[in-house]
């Protein structure tokens, strides 16, 4: 069975500073997702990674994928307050995906 | 309209009653999902429809839950008998195709409230 697990669950930083969310996984994958969520509301697409190595940046936001670490990394820069949300990575199994658990960002003035 | 779309947005209704969900995909996604996302949690897959194939129900959590599609349209999601551990908002997410290198493309969802 597919774990997935993201950390930290929890993250408050203070606009500005930079970070990093784990997004670790138990078995072979090749296909990573990273979304966000705000509250009360539904699902973002923010990447899709397919490959090894793959390195995907929007905005403030950058995401890695290391299949052979089975890790994704989704790096924040200079964070701002709108980046407030959580953020959920999902790793594809079959054509189903498994979701971790999200890691919720705070970012203070 | 050109997303996912759920209905009811809202639903609450008394123990032991039965409920139906529905979801109308993105025109043309082969792929359909539906997941429970408790409150301050993450999701929890329940079903996935891929075209004709025979759906995979391994996240259903009892044999309370059923799912339906028709055709590469809309599905229905019953619970049937609710129980207060069922309150949780329902998302349903369609794609153009599973295990490809398209994202879920995620509804507003339905929250469920069990008195």
């Known amino acids: 069975e597919l774990k997935v697990e993201q950390n930290p669950l929890f993250l408050s930083m203070q606009e500005g500073k930079n970070y990093t969310i784990y997004c670790n996984y138990s078995t072979t994958s090749d296909r990573l997702y990273w979304y966000r969520q705000d509250p009360g509301k539904s699902l973002e697409s923010l990447f899709v990674?397919?490959?090894?190595?793959a390195v995907k940046q929007e905005g403030r936001l950058m995401a890695s994928l290391d299949t052979k670490a089975r890790l994704s990394t989704l790096h924040i820069t200079a964070a701002v307050h709108d980046l407030s949300a959580t953020y959920f990575c999902?790793?594809?199994?079959?054509?189903?995906?498994?979701f971790g658990d999200g890691t919720t960002l705070t970012v203070k003035p | 309209g050109a997303g996912v779309s759920q209905s009811p947005s809202n639903k609450v209704t008394e123990k032991g009653k039965d409920v139906e969900l529905r979801c109308d995909p993105i025109?043309?996604?082969?792929?359909l999902y539906w997941y429970r996302q408790r409150l301050g949690q993450g999701l929890e897959f329940l079903i996935y429809?891929?075209?004709?194939?025979?759906?995979?129900k391994s996240g259903l959590p009892s044999d309370r839950f059923s799912a339906e599609r028709t055709g590469e349209s809309v599905s229905t999601l019953t619970i049937q008998r609710t129980q207060q551990e069922d309150s949780a908002v329902y998302l349903c997410a369609s794609s153009l195709r599973g295990h490809s290198n398209q994202p879920q493309h995620f509804g507003d969802g339905t929250r469920l409230s069990i008195l």
């Open positions: 999902a790793v594809d199994d079959a054509g189903k995906s498994t």
């Open positions: 025109s043309g996604h082969t792929a």
């Open positions: 990674l397919l490959s090894n190595g």
């Open positions: 429809f891929q075209g004709n194939s025979a759906p995979d």
